[in-house]
């Protein structure tokens, strides 16, 4: 599954950028909007229609929903989007309906049938099992109809020519998979899943496992990592706020977004060594960090706050004798200019 996509200031997708530092470019809206996507609209649709209203400011949406999905789309705006990389996305919880005895050329309802079977009485003894051997870690290939690049194009292009390309199998874990409804034909299920799982992929295979083939029907994202449906708000609410000039009132902070790391307050006589992208000693940080605990965060990724705002994210390492922060991603610091402060205190 494509994770992100970003459109600059004219429109233009863009893919994934190597860590960096701010660019000199005019403050402007930041945050994260989440979106309740409509049926029927891509995800990059929802970003372009939220860009209408605000063509200069950079926007991207995390974590792609097919245009038959419904349900939690985080959309990300201005500075935001330096921090997809490291938000919390990685469980994904769906509600969805498939269909028995139906294949088609895209594991949905919208494709066109290459197979059909008769659906037998399956009893809820046979189907429950066969939901519950799905859970677990899983290898899943991504469908001929998917975003997942190949040669820089996505295969739902290779495949929409007639040229469909097989994707490599990867690893994705599932959580829970069960059985909420039958009707006839029809089932009801709810799912958790690691990110980058392919819904689709998963309903084939119940269907295959049970021997009758099945397809999606329908599907709603009530979760994406941190982001809830509950938090989630329809694109003509969007559109509402968008006309009225109030969309930053429904945008979730960088601290929000940023609520799954552990923050560390960075002390002011080590601000331009931070703003300079240098490693950060244990020192350099207020409260200052227990050893012990510093090398216990390893490899983590932590959220770095200053003058009570934050600022990025960094990434704990080790060095040839201890543990410093490295870091990773910078939001616009413009409005700190730790040159001064320093002139100012000697002209004191």
Same mark, same amino acid.
């Given at each position: 599954?494509?994770?992100?996509?970003?459109?600059?200031?004219?429109?233009?997708?863009?893919?994934? %950028?190597?860590?960096?530092?701010?660019?000199?470019?005019?403050?402007?809206?930041?945050?994260?909007?989440?979106?309740?996507?409509?049926?029927?609209?891509?995800? #990059? =649709?929802?970003? %372009?229609?939220?860009?209408? %209203?605000?063509?200069?400011?950079?926007?991207?949406?995390?974590?792609?929903?097919?245009?038959?999905?419904?349900?939690?789309?985080?959309?990300?705006?201005?500075?935001?989007?330096?921090?997809? =990389?490291?938000?919390?996305?990685?469980?994904?919880?769906?509600?969805?309906?498939?269909?028995?005895?139906?294949?088609?050329?895209?594991? =949905?309802?919208?494709?066109?049938?290459?197979? %059909?079977?008769? /659906?037998?009485?399956?009893? &809820?003894?046979?189907?429950?099992?066969?939901?519950?051997?799905?859970?677990?870690?899983?290898?899943?290939?991504?469908?001929?109809?998917?975003?997942?690049?190949?040669?820089?194009?996505? #295969?739902?292009?290779?495949?929409? &020519?007639?040229?469909?390309?097989?994707?490599?199998?990867?690893?994705?874990?599932?959580?829970?998979?069960?059985?909420?409804?039958?009707?006839?034909?029809?089932?009801?299920?709810?799912?958790?899943?690691?990110?980058?799982?392919?819904?689709?992929?998963?309903?084939?295979?119940?269907?295959?496992?049970?021997?009758?083939?099945?397809?999606?029907?329908?599907?709603?994202?009530?979760?994406?990592?941190?982001? #809830?449906?509950?938090?989630?708000?329809?694109?003509?609410?969007?559109?509402?706020?968008?006309?009225?000039?109030?969309?930053?009132?429904?945008?979730?902070?960088?601290?929000?977004?940023?609520?799954?790391?552990? /923050?560390?307050?960075?002390?002011?006589?080590?601000?331009?060594?931070?703003?300079?992208?240098?490693?950060?000693?244990?020192?350099?940080?207020?409260?200052?960090?227990?050893?012990?605990?510093?090398?216990?965060?390893?490899?983590?990724?932590?959220?770095?706050?200053?003058?009570?705002?934050?600022?990025?994210?960094?990434?704990?390492?080790?060095?040839?004798?201890?543990?410093?922060?490295?870091?990773?991603?910078?939001?616009?610091?413009?409005?700190?200019?730790?040159?001064?402060?320093?002139?100012?205190?000697?002209?004191?």
């Amino acid at each position: 599954m494509q994770d992100r996509t970003i459109l600059d200031q004219k429109g233009a997708g863009r893919g994934p %950028r190597r860590p960096d530092f701010p660019e000199p470019r005019a403050a402007s809206l930041s945050g994260v909007l989440i979106v309740d996507k409509p049926a029927g609209m891509t995800s #990059l =649709d929802v970003v %372009r229609r939220v860009k209408k %209203r605000h063509g200069t400011v950079r926007m991207g949406h995390a974590g792609t929903l097919d245009p038959l999905a419904t349900g939690v789309l985080p959309v990300c705006m201005g500075e935001a989007t330096k921090l997809i =990389d490291h938000m919390d996305l990685e469980w994904k919880h769906y509600r969805g309906g498939l269909r028995l005895g139906l294949e088609t050329d895209t594991l =949905d309802i919208t494709g066109k049938v290459v197979r %059909r079977e008769r /659906v037998p009485d399956f009893s &809820r003894e046979v189907l429950l099992p066969a939901f519950a051997e799905l859970e677990g870690l899983q290898r899943q290939q991504p469908p001929a109809y998917s975003a997942v690049k190949f040669k820089g194009k996505p #295969l739902y292009s290779y495949a929409r &020519r007639g040229q469909p390309v097989e994707a490599p199998f990867r690893e994705v874990r599932i959580r829970a998979f069960g059985l909420q409804e039958r009707r006839g034909e029809f089932l009801g299920f709810d799912l958790l899943c690691s990110r980058g799982t392919y819904v689709r992929s998963v309903v084939q295979s119940l269907g295959r496992r049970l021997g009758c083939g099945a397809c999606l029907v329908s599907l709603r994202r009530m979760r994406s990592g941190r982001f #809830l449906i509950e938090e989630a708000h329809p694109l003509a609410e969007v559109e509402n706020y968008l006309e009225s000039g109030k969309i930053e009132e429904l945008l979730l902070s960088p601290e929000e977004v940023l609520s799954h790391l552990e /923050v560390l307050g960075i002390q002011k006589e080590s601000e331009a060594k931070a703003l300079n992208g240098n490693p950060l000693a244990r020192e350099d940080f207020f409260p200052v960090p227990s050893a012990e605990g510093f090398s216990r965060r390893e490899g983590e990724k932590v959220c770095l706050r200053m003058r009570s705002k934050v600022i990025g994210v960094g990434e704990v390492r080790r060095g040839e004798e201890c543990c410093y922060v490295q870091p990773l991603r910078l939001l616009d610091t413009r409005w700190i200019c730790p040159e001064a402060d320093e002139n100012e205190s000697q002209e004191e």
